[in-house]
């Protein structure tokens, strides 16, 4: 009998590791190499947003071009450990089960896939999303499993935003940010510097800080303050604020009116505490969402981790 329950035990065990949870579950999908090269070949928007900044830095050279810098992409494609896949699908089992536990609506895709690449085309992140798959590095069955679950909520939370308009919004709403009618435009002066963060596909959320004593909307934008040098781009990240009005961003002589984060002095009670990740409200809320999850109790704004507990539980998506 004994024998017979650890048998049947170690055939769910596998069946689970090698097809993904249950029905009704996010199923997670595992991408060989040549998946990978097949997916990160794709021109998709991040290929269209990619600056001649983004060229160089992820080139390592300056006057790179975007076919070179697809193909160097797909160039870091990885196949799987078994270690690796498992500390990856445990991660995912515990998180569709707390999913499930706490009664969580999620606006999930049928299937998440996930790829494994030497994260040198990001600048060696931890991972990152496009479509509605995962890019992650390599090495997590080394990292420590609490880490793990982290990466992967963060990561999911940039999957439902891209899929979801209504989630994305009203995860955003939390935070105070608004999603303008339309896209604004890049303001050109800044266009050839941007620094494309693969994870955030659109350049319409804004949100009012106080600054200068005056109630001010402004966008969050990323770029470069000076010509490629060498190194990663994380080397060279500015993060702006742009004033934005009319479905505009302001601009003075045809120059782009930027704030720094400190200029707005309302802008941690508005994104709140529980992370210094804060490029981008996309980042903050990643990090949020990942710990309203995984994280218990024990936050500096536990406020917006309620009300993201909240919403996750409530909402008609
Ligand atoms: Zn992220």
């Known amino acids: 009998m004994k024998k017979l329950i650890w048998f049947m035990a170690l055939i769910a065990m596998i069946s689970n590791y090698a097809y993904g949870s249950c029905k009704n579950e996010l199923e997670l999908v595992f991408c060989n190499k040549k998946e990978?090269?097949?997916?990160?070949?794709?021109?998709?928007?991040?290929?269209?947003?990619?600056?001649?900044?983004?060229?160089?830095?992820?080139?390592?050279?300056?006057?790179?071009?975007?076919?070179?810098?697809?193909?160097?992409?797909?160039?870091?494609?990885?196949?799987?450990?078994?270690?690796?896949?498992?500390?990856?699908?445990?991660?995912?089992?515990?998180l569709n089960r707390i999913v499930t536990a706490e009664g969580y609506n999620l606006p999930v895709p049928e299937e998440v896939k996930v790829m494994k690449t030497t994260m040198m085309e990001e600048g060696g992140a931890g991972g990152y999303t496009r479509e509605d798959f995962i890019v992650l590095q390599s090495g997590l069955d080394k990292s420590d499993p609490k880490d793990v679950e982290l990466l992967l909520a963060h990561e999911l939370f940039h999957v439902l935003t891209r899929r979801c308009p209504a989630f994305r919004k009203d995860m955003y709403a939390l935070i105070g940010f608004k999603i303008a009618d339309k896209?604004?435009?890049?303001?050109?002066?800044?266009?050839?510097?941007?620094?494309?963060?693969?994870?955030?596909?659109?350049?319409?959320?804004?949100?009012?800080?106080?600054?200068?004593?005056?109630?001010?909307?402004?966008?969050?934008?990323?770029?470069?303050?000076?010509?490629?040098?060498?190194?990663?781009?994380?080397?060279?990240?500015?993060?702006?604020?742009?004033?934005?009005?009319?479905?505009?961003?302001?601009?003075?002589?045809?120059k782009t009116k930027v704030y720094k984060l400190s200029d707005a002095t309302d802008f941690f009670d508005k994104v709140g505490r529980n992370t210094d990740y804060v490029i981008n409200p996309e980042e903050v809320l990643a990090e949020n969402f990942s710990m309203a999850i995984f994280g218990g109790n024990d936050f500096k704004s536990m406020k917006l981790i309620e009300s993201i507990r909240e919403y996750l539980r409530n909402n008609s998506l």
């Open 36 to 94: 990978a090269e097949k997916l990160l070949g794709h021109d998709d928007i991040m290929v269209h947003q990619w600056s001649q900044f983004d060229c160089d830095a992820r080139l390592g050279k300056t006057g790179g071009n975007k076919r070179e810098l697809v193909k160097f992409v797909t160039e870091q494609a990885l196949d799987w450990t078994d270690a690796e896949k498992k500390a990856v699908s445990d991660a995912w089992q515990k």
């Open 183 to 254: 896209e604004f435009e890049f303001p050109a002066d800044l266009a050839d510097k941007r620094i494309t963060n693969p994870d955030v596909n659109r350049f319409d959320s804004y949100a009012t800080f106080n600054i200068q004593g005056k109630p001010t909307d402004c966008t969050m934008a990323i770029f470069s303050s000076k010509p490629y040098n060498g190194g990663s781009f994380f080397e060279y990240l500015t993060i702006g604020l742009l004033p934005v009005k009319d479905g505009k961003v302001v601009s003075e002589n045809g």
